[in-house]
């Protein structure tokens, strides 16, 4: 599924030279996590929606974007080693936010607010982590998309036990 990213944010990005500074804002969450765990791209803190989201300087491949279900991976500094602690700890799967701004839409405050609404340039909801490795230093995991494939199809299928006047 293709995703709808600003004219003048692809520019900045496909430019050989640039003044733009992408940031990468990763919000991990799972049920049994009492606050979410909020890491961005950059070294530096930023507040977002009222949320910190600790500099964590992490490595993403972005989705892809083809007929197979959506694919990445992503490395993140283990941050005193917090991060790796709260993920290898869950039982399942936890999601993954990821969404992408500018660096130019936040002020150069500690941490960096935001000024004015920033432009989410990029969004991928409804992600989840699976493959998760950890070690001291970082935490890596493959972000994967939900593969409508698995399911089942048709939902209710006709069995002898739900129509046993069908079967002989």
Known sequence: MPRAISTDFRDAVEASRSSEVIVIFATITHASLAEPVRVNSD?????YNGDLYSGAAFALTLLTDDEQPPRAQVSIHNVDQAIGRAVQALSSSPAILIEIMVKSDFDDSDPRAAIGTPVVEYSAPGLLLQNVKCDVL???ADIVGYDLTTEPWPSIR???ERLPGLSR
């Open 43 to 47: 070294v530096v803190d930023y507040e």
């Open 158 to 160: 006709s069995t002898p």
């Open 138 to 140: 970082t935490m890596s």
